[in-house]
């Protein structure tokens, strides 16, 4: 089954919602609404990566999500905390997260891998080349797509020496990350090649790549169905993830990849 991580950003600045459930009892509503709408996993993120954000003090970020991780664990539904922060990762697990989704991989902070570690969490390392203000300066690429799995790869053996058992280490090939919109594509056609490596979770849902598909001006939320598009095209491709905005879609998106794979053809027999 592919899992359906829902996007709960508990930020003021969120590139995709403007903050409109920076509240708690909006997030609390927001998560409860994408979990009965298929999410088998809630990722709530206190630090937008949006390219040019600027970075948030630890103690603020962990004010913003410790509270609602800790009020979905106590309703039963699985959660993941997006951050860089050990401690943030730390507070987050305490309070009943069971994956940390860490865009940096692990490299913006040296104590993430511990933290990991030591309490046998799963981790999504993600592609990283620098924080949201300086990303999009390097997206220089040869190969994109070797140069993308050579760096996952590193960091799997890494992670896995600092004490993570390797089959709790998920990738995110990053896209939007230190990418242009052709990169993007390229990865994505490429995924395959991930997927080799670990379970592969893949971040598409309305980032700017797909929105230039799209009529200039377009709301945001048009590009939810090129987002449930890539979604069903991942899955197909052998994708353990998907972190997505809008879980309806994506669930009906799966469906008809389910349908499509589980139909037989005339003549065909079974035994």
Not at 200 to 223: Q, Y
Request: hydrophobic share 45%; charged share 20%; glycine share 10%.
């Amino acid at each position: 089954m592919t899992e359906i991580m829902g996007i709960l950003n508990v930020t003021p600045d969120s590139f995709s919602d403007g903050g409109r459930f920076a509240g708690i009892p909006d997030a609390i509503v927001q998560a409860e609404w994408m979990h009965a709408a298929g999410a088998t996993i809630i990722d709530v993120g206190g630090e937008s990566t949006r390219p040019g954000a600027s970075r948030v003090a630890v103690d603020q970020e962990r004010q913003r999500v410790v509270p609602v991780v800790a009020e979905l664990a106590a309703r039963g539904i699985v959660v993941s905390i997006d951050t860089m922060n050990a401690a943030t990762a730390l507070a987050a697990i305490e309070a009943g997260a069971t994956i940390v989704n860490d865009v940096s991989g692990g490299l913006a902070d040296r104590h993430m891998a511990r933290v990991v570690a030591d309490t046998r969490a799963l981790m999504v390392a993600m592609h990283w080349r620098g924080h949201s203000d300086t990303m999009q300066q390097h997206t220089d690429y040869v190969d994109v797509v070797g140069e993308v799995r050579d760096h996952l790869a590193r960091r799997l053996d890494e992670l896995s020496a600092a004490g993570i058992d390797r089959d709790r280490l998920i990738v995110d090939p990053g896209l939007g990350f230190a990418k242009t919109g052709e990169q993007n594509w390229s990865v994505l056609n490429g995924l395959h090649r991930f997927a080799e490596l670990a379970p592969v979770l893949v971040g598409a849902s309305r980032k700017r790549f797909l929105g230039d598909l799209l009529a200039e001006g377009a709301p945001m939320t048009d590009r939810d169905l090129p987002s449930a598009v890539v979604s069903a095209l991942s899955a197909r491709a052998g994708a353990w993830g998907l972190r997505v905005h809008d879980v309806a879609a994506t669930r009906t998106a799966l469906a008809v990849v389910d349908a499509w794979d589980s139909a037989t053809v005339e003549g065909d027999s079974h035994v």
